[in-house]
Every structure is written in structure tokens, then in C-alpha cells.
């Protein structure tokens, strides 16, 4: 009988390799464990001293957020985070809206952190630039000497995120914007900070006619512009225009007074609840901005939200009361029929002559209204009772020249060789037809003769 084999070896034991160093603004992590592979993982809010994160921030870590130590193979990552946005920034889009899109794509993929700076008034406390830009704006002297001074302490990954930061935001602007930026920049030393507040400084002081025409429709809106004069839709535009104007820093509190006025324009009910809690908070807010008239603009913000005064709680207040009314059945406008109560508030003089006009004429060229004739409807004969004068057709070209008279500048500009013919301006859909000879929310130059009244269906708002 032959030997038994002999006995295996012992197995050596794999020997444990050590995480490398964590990064100043991030953590490490091991692939799975025994492993030996690590990642660093990126993104969220640094302590005010720049020693390391937040822990106490909530922050959720994408797969995006980690990076690969071998920066070789960590390229294509590379790509995805300088990537220009897909809608590009023009002036005809809301700076808030691009502003969500870009700080949602650095908090995506780890390039949050170097986006705070230490707030103005409260040094140890750090707030996001890109959300909060207008506590910056106002002193940019000191807010770019403070970004340069922070940068000096950046280890090489922070350094590698802010180039990142800074290439994406460029490459998310239209060539207008980026040109008329570029002489104002400078691209060897400026941070991702310099570089969002400067594109801020240009759009507000090269637009400030536009936050103005803000403020004057803060002023004129009114319930009747909505039907049933519904005061919820009337709060929601308030907020969408304050919010835009905040983060321009062009909002002033007595903007939230015109909105107070705005509401107790409308139908009284019939105990008057709606308007007594209105004039209540009118009193309240008239009293409340010659209290603070000598605080700091962001004292002054903090005893209105204390007091619930701000323009968030007011809308809030007005919407729960007129739906309140509402579902009690004691909102008057409510009980108006439809058809009564729909206003067409932004219809042009122009526009509804053309609908006139448009009206007389039959599809065949025939006028139906020529004067001295009208036909019968119960013996088909014509006898003269109507007086009117005839109408002759209008043509496209005057009836273009009608409605353009109240329309907005940019709405007359047509897109240049090459541009798309459609566009999104406020959030609503709008395209340029050849025919009409603007930009309209309801056909293209291709479907401009599905609807002869396409325009007399969509609400005309002046941008």
C-alpha cells in the first residue's frame, strides 16, 4: 500500500492592504472587504475652516460621487462632469431654473463642496454660493478675495473639482452670454466661485430692465386675470416672480405689500372673511417694514420670516383662506357661470378687432354683413335692416402688424441661421412661425393653418 499523501500546505494568508489616506473633502471607502481596491467618495458641505465635511449636513452619495485612485481610469467620469448642460443658458430662460439644474449636477456628482463659501455676516457658518449668491453680490470685492484665500488651502482634488466645476458652467452657457462674460474673466486664476459670481454681476446689470418689469407685474397682478379669480394661481405667479427676483437680490418687501393689495382686489364674500384677514396682514406688513427700515437687508429678512410676514407667508395665507371659502362654497367669484366669469385679461385691442373683423368675413372672401342686407332666418329672403359698413379681409401682414403692437421685444425676434425654431421661456413651450412673424406657446410655421384662432386660445403674456 502506497503512502499516504502528504498533507497541504497551510495557506498563506493574503496580506491586508491598508485604505490610503482620505482626501481633505472626502472619505474613503474599500470596493468590498479584503478587497485591497479603494475609491474616494466627493461632495458635500465643508466646515467653515475648510479642515474637513460637515458630518452633521445630511449629504446622500451618488455613484457619481466616487472617484477611482487610478485617475487613468477615471477619465470617462471626467467627461460626464465638464459635460456642458443640455439647455444651455440664454436670456430668455429664468436664471433660477438653470441655477437648480447646475447646483443638482455638482451635488450629482461630488462638485458640491467647492461651491460654499463662508456666509458674509455669520463667518462659521457656510452657505452655498450658487443657491445663495445674492448675500455675495452686493460686496464682490470681498467675496472674491475670500475664494482666493480659501483656494490657497485646496489639496489637489479640490483644486481638480473646482477646474471641473468651472468647465461645466462655461460650457452650459450660449455663445451670446459667453461671449459678452469672457472679457471679465479670468480663466488662469478665477474659481468656480469668481467665475458663477461675475456671470451673476453680468446677467443682473446687463438685465436689470427686465427684474424692473418684474416688479411692475408684482404690482398689476390681479385676480381677475385668472379664472373664478382664483387666488391660488394668483399666489403661485407672485411666488415664481419673488423668487426670481430674490435670487437676483432685487426683491424688496414692499413687493409683498403690492401682493396684499392684489388679493383684497378681489370679490368681497359675503361675510368678508377673505378681506378681513388680508387687511389684518396689511396692517401687520406696513407696520413690520417701518420697524426694520434701518436693519441690514438680511436682518430685515429674518424678523419678516419670524414673523411669518415674508412673501412665502402671505401666498401660503391667502391660498388657505380663499380654499377654505372655496370648499365651503362662499368664494363668490366661484359661484359666477363659467362662461360669465372667464376673463380674457390679456387679450390686445388689436386682437380682438382681428376677431371681429375675422368674424365678419366668410371663409369664401363673401362678406356676410354688407351693408343694407341681412339674410332672414325664418323665410330665407333679405330685406334691409342692417346698417353696418362692410369689412373688407384683413391680411396676414396687417394682422400681424396688429398683434405685434403690444408684444414683447423678444417675441419679434426671430432665430438666427441654424438656431432651433423652438424654445422653452418660463417654463411654457413657444415657437417661432414664418407666418406670423413671431414666437407664439401655440403652432408652428407648419401648423399655422390648423387653427384660424389658435392665438384667441392661449393666454397672451407679455414677457
Known amino acids: 500500500m502506497s503512502a499516504a499523501p502528504a498533507a497541504a500546505a497551510a495557506a498563506v494568508p493574503t496580506a491586508v492592504v491598508p485604505p490610503p489616506n482620505a482626501p481633505q473633502m472626502g472619505t474613503v471607502e474599500e470596493t468590498y472587504a479584503g478587497s485591497g481596491q479603494f475609491n474616494f467618495i466627493f461632495g458635500g458641505k465643508p466646515l467653515y475652516d475648510w479642515s474637513g465635511l460637515d458630518t452633521n449636513s445630511p449629504h446622500t452619495s451618488s455613484d457619481m460621487c466616487y472617484r477611482p485612485l487610478d485617475r487613468v481610469s477615471g477619465q470617462k467620469g471626467t467627461v460626464y462632469r465638464t459635460k456642458g448642460a443640455t439647455q444651455k443658458l440664454t436670456r430668455s430662460i429664468k436664471l433660477s431654473t438653470f441655477q437648480e439644474h447646475l447646483w443638482n449636477h455638482m451635488k450629482e456628482y461630488g462638485l458640491d463642496t467647492i461651491g460654499y463659501l ?19 453680490t452686493g460686496d464682490m470685492t470681498k467675496a472674491i478675495a475670500q475664494s482666493q484665500a480659501l ?19 462655461l460650457a452650459s452657457l450660449d455663445e451670446d452670454i459667453l ?29 436689470s430692465s427686465t427684474y424692473d418689469n418684474m416688479k411692475e407685474q408684482i404690482r398689476k397682478l390681479r385676480p381677475s386675470n385668472y379664472e373664478g379669480q382664483d387666488i391660488e394661481q394668483l399666489a403661485k405667479q407672485f411666488m415664481s416672480i419673488a ?12 413687493l409683498t405689500t403690492n ?7 378681489a370679490t368681497q364674500d359675503e361675510q368678508g372673511t ?42 401660503l395665507l391667502a391660498t388657505r383662506d380663499y380654499k377654505g371659502l372655496l370648499a365651503g362654497n362662499k368664494w363668490e367669484p366661484a359661484k359666477v357661470p363659467k ?31 354688407k ?68 414666437w407664439t406657446p401655440s403652432h408652428e410655421t407648419n401648423t399655422h393653418n390648423n387653427n384660424k384662432f389658435n392665438f384667441l386660445h392661449v393666454n397672451y403674456e407679455p414677457f
Open 339 to 369: 362662461d360669465h366669469q372667464k376673463p380674457s385679461p390679456y387679450l390686445t385691442k388689436a386682437q380682438v378687432q382681428l376677431m371681429l373683423d375675422q368674424r365678419a368675413t366668410k371663409p369664401g372672401g363673401s362678406s356676410s354683413a
Open 179 to 207: 461671449d459678452g462674460l469672457t472679457p471679465y474673466l479670468d480663466r488662469q486664476i478665477d474659481t468656480f466661485v469668481i467665475t458663477w459670481l461675475r456671470l451673476i454681476h453680468y446677467l443682473v446689470t446687463t438685465t
Open 243 to 254: 423668487k426670481e427676483l430674490t435670487n437676483a437680490g432685487y426683491y424688496e418687501h414692499s
Open 371 to 438: 351693408k343694407g342686407w341681412k339674410k332672414d332666418k325664418f323665410n330665407n329672403k333679405f330685406n334691409k335692416g342692417d346698417k353696418r359698413d362692410s369689412q373688407p379681409p384683413v391680411s396676414q401682414s396687417e394682422a400681424n402688424a396688429r398683434r405685434h403692437q403690444n408684444m414683447a421685444k423678444w417675441k419679434l425676434t426671430p432665430p438666427k441661421n441654424g438656431e432651433p425654431k423652438s424654445k422653452k421661456v418660463n417654463d411654457r413651450d413657444f415657437y417661432w412661425c414664418d407666418k406670423c412673424k413671431n
Open 274 to 315: 377673505f378681506h378681513h384677514s388680508m387687511n389684518t396682514l396689511l396692517k401687520n406688513h406696513q407696520k413690520k417694514i417701518q420697524d426694520t427700515i434701518f436693519m441690514t437687508k438680511d436682518d430685515q429678512d429674518k424678523e419678516f420670516a419670524i414673523s411669518q410676514l415674508s412673501y412665502t407667508d402671505v401666498c
Open 118 to 136: 463662508n456666509n458674509p455676516h455669520i463667518n462659521t457658518v457656510m452657505i452655498s454660493v450658487v443657491e445663495q449668491h445674492a448675500r455675495f
Open 151 to 169: 483656494k490657497a488651502t485646496f489639496d489637489s482634488w479640490d483644486n481638480k473639482h473646482d477646474h471641473e466645476a468651472t468647465k461645466h458652467l
Open 259 to 265: 401682493m396684499i393689495e392684489g388679493f383684497l382686489c
